[in-house]
């Protein structure tokens, strides 16, 4: 008689470690975001932290954290050029100054912990580009569309 109590797993999809571990990266990051204020104390420096105490009060507007993200992935592309341009052309979307401190919290906390991962799991060989679009996910999970 075959045992069958692990038959699920050969029926299981092979799936590459890279993926894996951006799939589960983006899941982390977008429960982090999620829930407000964020994890910044070890990444944050007391005068950073008291600068910016207004950005982490209260929860951003959704239209804050997507333009944090699309900021987070030009920076992670090194784009700078383009995050200068974004950011002054696209000044009207942040409506109060907690907004510009929030906004520049969640870039630098996006960054910091995309380039943490990339450093730690050196050898998966996460690229700047990987992580990019892994932010795709972040922003999926956070803002997801159920209907009725």
């Known amino acids: 008689m075959r045992?069958?109590?692990?038959?699920?797993?050969?029926?299981?999809?092979?799936?590459?470690v890279k993926a894996y571990v951006l799939d589960?990266?983006?899941?982390e990051l977008a429960g982090e975001l999620a829930?407000?204020?964020?994890?910044?104390?070890?990444w944050v420096s007391e005068e950073l932290r008291a600068?910016?105490?207004?950005g982490a009060a209260e929860r951003p507007r959704d239209d804050v954290l997507r333009f944090a993200l699309?900021?987070?992935?030009?920076?992670?592309?090194?784009?700078?050029?383009?995050?200068d341009r974004r950011l002054s052309a696209e000044a009207h979307r942040l409506q109060t100054d907690a907004e510009r401190a929030a906004?520049?919290?969640?870039?630098?906390?996006?960054?910091?912990?995309c380039l943490g991962l990339k450093e730690y799991a050196a050898g998966i060989r996460i690229r700047r580009e990987d992580l990019a679009a892994m932010l795709d996910g972040v922003e999926r999970r956070l803002f997801?569309?159920?209907?009725?």
């Open 144 to 148: 997801r569309v159920t209907l009725a």
């Open 103 to 113: 906004l520049h919290l969640l870039v630098r906390l996006v960054t910091e912990k």
């Open 70 to 83: 699309e900021l987070a992935r030009l920076d992670l592309l090194r784009e700078f050029e383009e995050v």
């Open 24 to 27: 589960r990266f983006a899941e």
């Open 51 to 54: 600068r910016w105490a207004a």
């Open 3 to 16: 045992d069958r109590r692990f038959d699920y797993l050969y029926e299981q999809q092979k799936q590459p």
């Open 35 to 42: 829930a407000w204020p964020p994890p910044f104390v070890e």
